[in-house]
């Protein structure tokens, strides 16, 4: 999987946690997403319309960023070490989202369609397992 199909995975999942009762990563002015701009990956977002480099420093306010630190750390956390590795872990995801405020059902669903998409490289159900699995090699 390259690059540009690992950003298409990401920007739909950005769409279905969109399309959640909470409605994040959208406003009137349009749905955030992730694009390539002289070869190098930057959040457009849903609010605020800028783009923002997605290996930007984030100890600090994201200048033009206008979701809270959770979602901050899911896009420039784990969406970008996606985009760069294709390497992230069911079991230690943001996407097991419950301080999200969205039901279980919810969840459930949108780690159904995180899985489909082949967003996740393992998907035991713990870290000790898969550890375990590598031992047994």
């Given at each position: 999987?390259?690059?540009?199909?690992?950003?298409?995975?990401?920007?739909?999942l950005?769409?279905?946690?969109?399309?959640?009762?909470?409605?994040?990563?959208?406003s009137?002015?349009?749905?955030?997403?992730?694009?390539?701009?002289?070869?190098?990956?930057?959040?457009?977002?849903?609010?605020?319309?800028?783009?923002?480099?997605?290996?930007?420093?984030?100890?600090?306010?994201i200048?033009?960023?206008s979701?809270?630190?959770?979602?901050?750390?899911?896009?420039?956390?784990?969406?970008?070490?996606?985009?760069?590795?294709?390497?992230?872990y069911?079991?230690?995801?943001?996407?097991?989202?419950?301080?999200?405020?969205?039901?279980?059902?919810e969840?459930?669903?949108?780690?159904?369609?995180?899985?489909?998409?082949?967003?996740?490289?393992?998907?035991?159900?713990?870290?000790?397992?898969?550890?375990?699995?590598?031992?047994?090699?």
């Amino acid at each position: 999987m390259n690059r540009s199909d690992r950003i298409e995975i990401v920007n739909k999942l950005l769409v279905k946690i969109n399309s959640l009762s909470r409605g994040f990563f959208q406003s009137r002015n349009g749905v955030s997403e992730i694009i390539i701009k002289n070869n190098k990956p930057y959040f457009i977002d849903h609010f605020t319309r800028k783009e923002i480099y997605l290996y930007c420093k984030t100890d600090r306010p994201i200048k033009g960023f206008s979701n809270g630190g959770t979602m901050k750390q899911l896009v420039f956390g784990e969406f970008k070490s996606f985009i760069k590795r294709d390497t992230i872990y069911q079991t230690n995801s943001g996407l097991n989202a419950w301080y999200w405020g969205i039901t279980k059902d919810e969840i459930n669903e949108l780690k159904n369609y995180a899985n489909s998409l082949g967003y996740f490289s393992i998907t035991n159900t713990s870290k000790r397992e898969y550890f375990k699995s590598l031992d047994s090699v």
